[in-house]
């Protein structure tokens, strides 16, 4: 199969198109013939070496955890799945080596939903990650339809989905980003704030008596968070640890496929959207890799997978 690999770390320019034999289908896993597969930052940042104390690696390795495909074969024992299911995975493993830029992935059952019907293979493939993100984040909160919840970085992948997820648990939900970015806010359920300096007063003002729920999506806010929070509010980071030690979360996402299976159906029954910035051939991933590392994009850069 062909697949985009990398045989030591590295900037985009280490990876390559070649071929590598068709993974194997154990017990309890299925083969998912890829349609298309998301960029994240996660995945240039695990081939530039930066978690290396945190993840094995096996070289030539394949980037990439986001998927969306079809069933191909399923192994022993995966009454999950059958054949030519239409499908979606957060595919993080234990170890770096056969990731999503390729023509197949095998996964465990447990890290596979199906794909929502609503949305098309480049949608369905940048859910995963950045909608499993959003939607621990918003469950964790607990988040109630009597809350106010502001979230940093809402016209990100993440900040997106998450104002989308708390909005359809009939949350009040306010949301930052630049000026050019309001009425996209305003489009999926936030009312926009502009970020900088002045933040902590303008939320205030929206809300003399603070926020309940505090989501953060980029870091370096936390003083904001706790002069907007109410005294008994909720929050959490996936970027700032030191939330830890003000009664906050530090949270890191679990690829759970019951999670993603919840999600992928609330997309379905709350027409959930999510924005596709550009899409690559699988033989151009490198500079699908340079354009998310820019980080200027907004909404998912998609890999699209032709098959033979």
């Known amino acids: 199969m062909q697949a985009i ?47 290396d104390t945190m993840l094995d690696i096996s070289f030539p390795a394949t980037p990439g955890w986001d998927v969306a495909g079809v069933v191909e074969a399923v192994g022993v024992d995966s009454p999950q799945f059958a054949v030519g299911d239409e499908v979606i995975s957060n595919g993080r493993k234990d170890f770096v080596q056969g990731g999503s830029f390729a023509q197949f992935m095998a996964l465990p059952e447990r890290l596979v ?13 940048g859910l995963p990650l950045a909608g499993l993100t959003a939607f621990q984040v918003i469950d964790r909160l607990g988040v109630l339809p009597t809350d106010t919840v502001l979230i940093h970085g809402g016209a990100g992948g993440v900040g997106s989905l998450a104002i989308q997820i708390a909005a359809a648990r009939g949350a009040r939900v306010l949301a930052t980003a630049s000026a050019g970015n ?7 359920g936030a009312e926009p704030i502009e970020y900088g300096e002045g933040l902590t007063d303008r939320v205030r003002a929206l809300v003399p008596d603070g926020v309940e729920v505090v989501a953060d999506f980029v870091g370096g806010v936390l003083p904001v968070t706790l002069a907007v929070l109410t005294a008994d509010g909720r929050h959490a980071s996936v970027a700032d640890a030191e939330v830890e030690e003000h009664g906050g979360t530090w949270m890191w996402v679990d690829p759970d496929g019951s999670d993603l299976q919840r999600l992928a159906d609330l997309v379905d029954e709350r027409g959930l959207t999510l924005e596709v910035a550009r899409v690559f051939p699988l033989a151009e991933a490198a500079d699908a890799f340079r354009l998310n590392m820019l980080g200027h994009t907004r909404g998912k850069i998609i890999v699209r997978v032709d098959q033979p």
């Open 5 to 51: 690999t990398y045989s030591q770390y590295g900037s985009p320019d280490v990876l390559e198109l070649t071929e590598q034999p068709r993974p194997k289908v154990g017990p309890g896993m299925v083969l998912i013939r890829v349609k298309a597969a998301a960029v994240n930052p996660v995945d240039w940042k695990v081939m530039a070496g930066y978690l």
């Open 113 to 125: 939903a199906r794909k929502p019907a609503s949305l098309n293979w480049e949608q369905s493939a």
């Open 182 to 188: 309001h009425d996209y806010l305003r489009s999926l």
